[in-house]
């Protein structure tokens, strides 16, 4: 349901269809948890966004190419794992690198 409510207005009314933002406001307030929401998705947000045109760009300039595309997007999580972990440690109280024993 939340890539419908983000993606569909997008699609409908080009940039202006973009209400990342005021969803999260509106899922912060009916939730009424003591940790906001709204940092943290912000946050990913912010992180995810560049992600995902990068991926786009690459399924869009190698079109041919689909199975090096999708390899290289998945060799692209490996980073995005890495900075949102380090940009979520706070919220979480979780250091940014943890390994299993």
């Not at 760009?57 to 090096?68: E, G, N, S, T, Y």
Request: aromatic fraction near 12%; hydrophobic fraction near 60%; proline fraction near 8%.
């Amino acid at each position: 349901m939340f890539a419908f409510a983000v993606l569909f207005p997008t699609v409908k009314a080009g940039s202006k269809g973009i209400i990342i933002l005021p969803f999260l406001y509106v899922l912060d307030r009916a939730i009424g948890a003591p940790v906001s929401i709204m940092p943290i998705g912000i946050r990913i947000s912010v992180i995810a966004v560049p992600y995902l045109w990068t991926v786009f760009m690459l399924f869009k300039f190698l079109k041919a190419r689909v199975l090096l595309t999708s390899a290289l997007s998945l060799l692209l999580v490996i980073p995005l794992h890495l900075v949102i972990n380090y940009a979520l440690s706070p919220f979480i109280d979780d250091p940014e690198l943890t390994y299993s024993q």
